[in-house]
């Protein structure tokens, strides 16, 4: 009997609806070949239903995706609409509701990219950023006095748990010492005296088990330069969520082009589906033309067939994107190439 996975598919806004049917085309290539079938269903939550009718999901939106086994989401976000409204109305009710703290966000330079970064070689750089994803400087804590008069103030309060840190960096060192046997943490414990203090202490403290993980810390200054100017160093890197975002922005465009990099918003304990989303927003910019790069969200496909435990229909799938980048010259604009999403996605699936 095939195993049948069920996928709560939100393409939301812009190229996100163009770049979840080529993610989809290639799981069921996937599928067949590896003895697995995926029945979708599809929500049409988005800015374009926010206008439309005041809110970016029903208000039972949560409960809907509760018995899905993953939720593929393309992008959101549209012109018009806040994008705190986006955000805080669809993207972090479904990470904090199914506890979701691993914002996973592997990079890699792959053979036929021209890095905008000279010391980035093909092949050598390699890394997964393990980005915190439900506390610390996104908080809801915090407030706005005094609105219109000149003793205006906004507090807004960054919170860090014991409980919330120590199992991400648990995720992040089981992560390093199956991968290269080495981790970053990033830090600020220079100018941020109380939270950050408090990170570098529970890395000490779980570090303590996990002998076999090299790890060191850098002030996330510091190691922003040292992403650009040696980026082949670094292995796992573990950041906190504001630290975490900029940084995997960062080596994205390292990488070649933010249009390549995926995320998965995991809930290890798997109580709750995990998420997987491209980097990328909704591109308005070239929405509806049908070139964006569908290459962020076919990865992000990847993730989720590993996570539902196909590990090697996943690998298929990252070995077809390293070929059709170091074997082709097909690619989409951003690129520097030609082909519209369609035609990249082909070749893709003709070599997978
Ligand atoms: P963006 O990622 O949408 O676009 C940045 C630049 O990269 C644009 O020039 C765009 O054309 C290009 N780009 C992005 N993805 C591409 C792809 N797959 N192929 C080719 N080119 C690509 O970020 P931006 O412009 O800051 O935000 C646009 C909207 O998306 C905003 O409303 C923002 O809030 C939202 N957004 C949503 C995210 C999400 O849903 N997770 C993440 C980031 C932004
Ligand atoms: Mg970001």
């Known amino acids: 009997m095939t195993t049948n996975h069920r996928i709560a598919l939100i393409p939301g806004d812009g190229i996100g ?3 979840l049917p080529p993610a989809q085309q290639v799981l069921d290539v996937l599928g067949r070949r590896h003895g697995f079938s995926l029945s979708y269903t599809s929500y049409d939550w988005s800015c374009e239903r926010y206008l439309r009718e005041g809110a970016m999901m029903p208000a039972d939106g949560i409960d809907q995706l509760r018995e899905a086994d993953a939720i593929l989401l393309g992008a959101v976000g549209y012109p018009g609409v806040p994008d705190h409204v986006s955000l805080w109305g669809l993207l972090i009710p479904i990470r904090r509701s199914f506890r979701q703290y691993v914002n996973l966000r592997p990079i890699r330079v792959f053979e036929g990219i021209d890095s905008p ?16 994803n439900m506390e610390g400087e996104y908080s809801e ?13 906004a507090v807004q309060e960054a919170v860090f748990t014991r409980a ?6 648990d995720y992040a060192f089981t992560l390093a010492s199956q991968r290269g046997g080495r981790l970053t943490s990033a830090t600020k414990s220079n100018g941020i005296i109380h939270t950050m203090p408090f990170w570098d202490q529970l890395v000490t403290e779980r ?6 993980v090299a790890w060191d810390q850098e002030h996330i200054d510091a190691l922003a ?20 975002d900029i940084l995997s922005d960062l080596a994205a465009a390292v990488a070649g082009s933010i249009g390549i990099a995926p995320a998965a918003n995991l809930n290890p304990e798997r109580d709750f589906p995990s998420m997987f989303e491209p980097v990328h927003g909704s591109a308005p910019d070239i929405a509806g033309q049908g070139i964006a790069n569908p290459l962020g969200a076919i990865w992000s496909a990847a993730m989720m067939l590993d996570h539902l435990g196909h ?11 390293a070929a059709v980048l170091a ?13 519209t999403t369609a035609e990249f996605t082909d070749k893709l699936i003709e070599l997978l």
Request: glycine share 10%; aromatic share 6%.
């Open 327 to 339: 074997k082709t010259d097909v690619r989409t604009r951003d690129l520097g190439g030609t082909a």
């Open 207 to 212: 570090a303590a088990s996990f002998p076999q």
């Open 17 to 19: 609806a163009e770049v």
């Open 117 to 132: 970064v000279r010391g980035a070689r093909p092949g050598e750089v390699d890394v997964v950023v393990v980005r915190e």
């Open 225 to 244: 330069a040292k992403f650009v100017l040696e980026p082949a160093r670094f292995d796992v890197v573990v950041a906190s969520n504001l630290f975490g």
């Open 141 to 153: 804590v915090g407030g706005r006095l005094n609105s219109g008069f000149p003793d205006e103030i």
């Open 164 to 169: 919330g840190v120590t199992r991400l960096l």
């Open 311 to 321: 590990p090697a229909a996943a690998r298929d799938i990252t070995d077809a994107i």
